[in-house]
C-alpha cells in the first residue's frame, strides 16, 4: 500500500512538473491580452509637432531622461545628442530613430529608448458650446466629427440639434445632429488639427394654452407652426386650431397661418373652442 502511495505521489508531481511551463505561459498572456485591447493615444500614431511635452528615456541609465516641449522648429534638446528633430515623428518611431542614434555615436551598446508623451498642444480641435465635456481634445488619426462628438460626451439637453464647425482657413459647415448619426459620409466630414466644433444654446419657443403638454421647446430648422402643436401633443380636445394666436416680443401677430415657421423666442397660445 505504501508504495502505491509513493508511486501515485511521483505520478502527480511529474504532471505539476510538464503543467508548470503551460502555467506560466499562460501567466504572462493575460496582461499582454489585455494591453492590446486597450491601446493608448501614444501606441495609435500621434504625430508629435511643436508645444507637445515629451519624455524620453533610457531604460536603466538614470543621466539620459528628459521631460522637454518641443520647440516651434520642431525640435528638443537631448543629454548627448544635442536638438533633435521630433516634429512629424510618432512616440514608437522617435523612440527607434533615438535608440539608432546613441548606438551609432557609441553612447549606449544596446539602448532601449522610451518616448511618452506628457502633454498634447500640437494636433488637437477645439470643442466649445454645449457639448458634454467641452475642451481641447487631441487627434491622433482621422476623426468624423461624429467620434469628436462621442469622445466628449454627446450634445446636451441644452444645445441646438448641430454641430457648427469651422475650419482654419475660416469655412464653415453647419451639420445636423440626426445627419451625423444615420446620413451619409458627407454628412459626417473627417476633422483637422485647428478645427472648431460649436454648438450653440437652443433657441426655443413657447406653448401655453389648450395644448397637450404646455411649455418650453427646442426649435428645430424651418419648423413650421403645424409642426410646432404636434411637437406639444396636439391641440387638446378642448382647444382650437383656429384660436392659435402668436406673440412676439410681447406684441400679437395679427394673422396667424398654420404653414409660418417659427421663430426663437415665439410664444404660442392655443385659445379654447367656443362651444
Known sequence: MKSLNLRNA????????AAAPLLAQASTA???TSAASAPSLTDQGYKIGADDIVEIDVLGQSDFKSRVRVKTDGTVPLPFLGNVAVAGETPITLAQR????LRDKG??????VNVELVSYASRYVIVLGEFGSPGLVPVDREYRVSEIVARVGGLRASGAP???VTRANHEEMKLPFDKLASGSAADDPYVAPGDKLFVPIADKFFIYGAINSPGEFVLSDNMSLRKALARAGGVSPSGS???VKIFKNGVEEKKVDLERIVQPGDVIVVGERLF
Open 10 to 17: 511521483l505520478i502527480s508531481f511529474c504532471m505539476l512538473f
Open 30 to 32: 493575460s496582461p499582454a
Open 107 to 112: 553612447i549606449y551598446e544596446n539602448p532601449v
Open 162 to 164: 448641430y454641430v457648427i
Open 241 to 243: 386650431e383656429k384660436r
Open 98 to 101: 533615438v535608440s539608432k542614434m
